[in-house]
């Protein structure tokens, strides 16, 4: 199995721009994770998934950003517009479990998507 | 508040010596902990998991104990390498999985 693929790894803009981050989880796993980390407020859960259905999107910072899930094998997160304050390495997760509170929960992560907003 | 905190930004040591790093959660009820392990420029990598009604797992070189009354958690790894450098990170799952901000584990030859 390949795990978890993002794109691009690196993505350099300038402020207003959009921004579109792309992931596809594992084969079968039905749930799926975006995370933000930073060296202020470490990793920080933005939004999951689980059969492509939004569960929980209350770490999204602000309207800007919105999240899809539109089938099993693909997901975006995308930033309109962006701000130098995005800057942040942005990682997609994603879990064989039926998301969070399963009793053998455990992430595969990307590697993740640097993000710098000029 | 909620807070999870591992106990130092940054720990050096030895090889040939045990690591021991610290994950304090305060206003948590975790149901379970989770170790994970990461790389520079690599994402989380999953070590272990311990339940709350375990006081101790064990995977090769590493152990984890988890400490509900004291609500804590300790990971170790024995006989530490150099190849054992990273950033170890804590995770715990309530309605959403949430990391401390990571040990930065340097093992010295």
């Known amino acids: 199995d390949a795990g978890v693929i993002q794109s691009p790894r690196h993505e350099v803009t300038e402020m207003g721009q959009e921004v579109t981050l792309r992931c596809k989880p594992i084969s079968g796993h039905n749930s799926l994770f975006w995370y933000r980390q930073t060296m202020m407020r470490g990793l920080e859960l933005l939004i999951y998934?689980?059969?492509?259905?939004?569960?929980?999107d209350s770490g999204m910072p602000e309207d800007r950003f919105s999240a899809k899930m539109p089938n099993a094998s693909f997901s975006t997160l995308k930033i309109q517009p962006s701000e130098p304050r995005d800057s942040a390495v942005y990682f997609c997760a994603s879990s064989s479990e039926s998301g969070l509170g399963g009793t053998n929960e455990k992430l595969f992560f990307g590697s993740g998507t640097q993000l710098s907003v000029l | 508040s909620q807070k999870i905190e591992q106990n130092s930004e940054a720990l050096n040591i030895q090889e040939g010596k045990t690591a021991t790093l610290t994950c304090n959660y305060t206003n948590y009820s975790p149901a379970y902990l989770q170790w994970y392990r990461q790389d520079p420029g690599r994402g989380p990598v999953f070590l272990l998991l311990i339940r709350e009604n375990e006081k101790e797992k064990r995977k090769e070189r590493l152990k984890v104990t988890f400490d509900t009354t004291l609500k804590q958690s300790l990971f170790h790894i024995t006989a530490s390498q150099p190849a054992d450098s990273a950033t170890y990170l804590c995770a715990l799952v309530i309605a959403d999985m949430r990391f401390g901000a990571g040990t930065r584990l340097t093992v010295k030859p």
């Open positions: 998934f689980n059969n492509n259905v939004p569960i929980d």
